[in-house]
């Protein structure tokens, strides 16, 4: 009950006082609310769906500004925008819908095993980088691409580090939570 009053009253906040509403041109609507993000929303920037998303906490803010902006040629992620560092704001393109809101029974998940396999294995090998909160809400579908979100959890690869039992495992966890 608490996280939806805080939701209700952040959503308030964005479209009477304004809130980041200089970096869009208007608020479609609330898509939801993460750990370390108060709110997520749906908006439009020159004619084009945007996410605007406000980060609680400057030090995962900075990261994932930095890491959007490291994997701008990374093909499947967001491109960031805009930014405001006084209020912790992102704008980036919208990835469609997380695919934990299909539904288990309309969509056979396991078919996007693959695709999620091999865009791990890009961002691994092109960029060094490995997510550590992939999981079916951060990763989304539009355009017959998969995309991943949420790059405030993305850390650099150590050398010592076993990736292929790594990514084993999140298979495994993937396909079980199908």
């Not at 969509?107 to 695709?115: D, S």
């Not at 790059?151 to 966890?173: C, H, N, T």
Request: include cysteine; glycine fraction near 4%.
């Amino acid at each position: 009950m608490l996280k939806a009053h805080r939701r209700a009253h952040f959503q308030n906040k964005i479209l009477t006082d304004g809130f980041g509403s200089d970096l869009v041109d208007r608020h479609i609507r609330f898509l939801n609310d993460g750990a370390n993000s108060n709110a997520v929303d749906l908006c439009e920037l020159n004619g084009k769906e945007v996410v605007r998303k406000f980060v609680k906490a400057k030090p995962s803010y900075q990261r994932e500004k930095n890491n959007l902006t490291r994997l701008a040629k990374f093909p499947h992620s967001p491109n960031l925008l805009k930014f405001d560092d006084e209020s912790r704001i992102l704008v980036m393109d919208y990835c469609g819908i997380p695919l934990d809101k299909y539904g288990k029974k309309v969509v056979h998940r396991h078919i996007f095993l693959k695709p999620i396999s091999q865009a791990c294995y890009k961002l691994k090998h092109e960029f060094g980088l490995f997510h550590n909160d992939l999981r079916w809400k951060n990763l989304t579908f539009q355009n017959n691409q998969i995309f991943m979100v949420d790059f405030d959890s993305v850390g650099e690869i150590f050398k010592d580090a076993d990736l292929d039992k790594i990514y084993q495992k999140m298979r495994l966890a993937l396909k079980f939570n199908l």
